[in-house]
């Protein structure tokens, strides 16, 4: 599925809740350079501490349905960085353990670390677990997660990591546990261009991530999906009107696949 810009009033009710998905305005006057103080944190909310870009209003709010957090519901998130997403599954009962190498990540990814994550943890009473490390150095234990995670991850990260965290994933979520994932669609890249990559990553073709992953796809509309046979450039680019927000490029593919 690709989601629509114009989001569900059920899902704006749920940004102004967690102030998603750039934190919010504080009610004293504060300079916005100040804003990403943790000292702030409460007044602020989980969603400051990390730039976004706007697509997240939607992404953030479709990924929480499909996790549907419950206490003790056990959640591995790949790449959370020091998103809000991870907060708020704790604040609401669930034990989330966070894989993201932070800047070892070489190229491609964003600095992260367990100080700065202590600190909000301390300061929004949260329990999150940050693993700053790619996913094979984790020691992630076996069919120990309910929900996994990711949000704008994968179309950033060279094919080879993607499918050594897709194996890794599979081991660590229980039978019947699901992966739910956000992929960015660049339209300007190939197959709408003859250009490969932007600043951000490429089209990663999502027919490969399937395959490769070994679970069911259970959600997912593949006439929407990069690189399954269904998905027609030409009429993605018919509906850009109703995919993107602003100058940003980028639609977004939600899929969730089923470890059986
Ligand atoms: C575009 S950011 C998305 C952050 C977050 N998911 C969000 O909702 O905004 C990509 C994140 O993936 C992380 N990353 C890069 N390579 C990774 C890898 N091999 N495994 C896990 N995370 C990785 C980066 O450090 C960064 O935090």
Request: glycine letters at 8%; proline letters at 7%; one cysteine or more.
């Amino acid at each position: 599925m690709l989601l629509r810009s114009e989001i569900p009033a059920a899902h704006d009710a749920w940004n102004r809740r967690w102030g998603a998905p750039y934190g919010r305005a504080p009610r004293v006057v504060v300079p916005r350079r100040l804003r990403h103080l943790p000292v702030l944190a409460g007044a602020v909310g989980p969603f400051a501490f990390q730039e976004n870009n706007r697509t997240r209003r939607f992404e953030y709010p479709w990924v929480f349905d499909q996790i549907a957090p419950t206490k003790g519901l056990r959640v591995l998130e790949i790449g959370g960085g020091n998103s809000g997403l991870q907060f708020v599954l704790d604040r609401l009962g669930c034990e989330v353990v966070n894989v993201d190498p932070g800047t070892k990540a070489r190229g491609v990814g964003w600095p992260i670390t367990p100080e700065f994550l202590g600190t909000l943890n301390r300061r929004f009473g949260t329990n999150v677990t940050l693993r700053p490390c790619f996913i094979e150095e984790a020691n992630l234990p076996d069919a120990h997660f309910d929900r996994a995670l990711s949000v704008s991850v994968l179309e950033h990260i060279p094919e080879p990591d993607i499918a050594n965290i897709l194996a890794h994933v599979r081991r660590a979520l229980k039978p019947g546990g699901t992966l739910i994932l956000t992929v960015d669609l660049f339209l300007d890249l190939k197959p709408f261009s003859d250009v490969e990559t932007n600043k951000w990553g490429k089209n990663l073709s999502l027919k490969w991530l399937v395959e490769e992953s070994k679970m069911e796809l259970v959600h997912g509309d593949r006439s929407e999906l990069y690189g399954f046979p269904e998905f027609d450039p030409s009429r993605i680019t018919a509906r850009r009107a109703e995919l993107l927000v602003g100058g940003f490029q980028a639609a977004v593919q939600t899929l969730v696949l089923r470890k059986s």
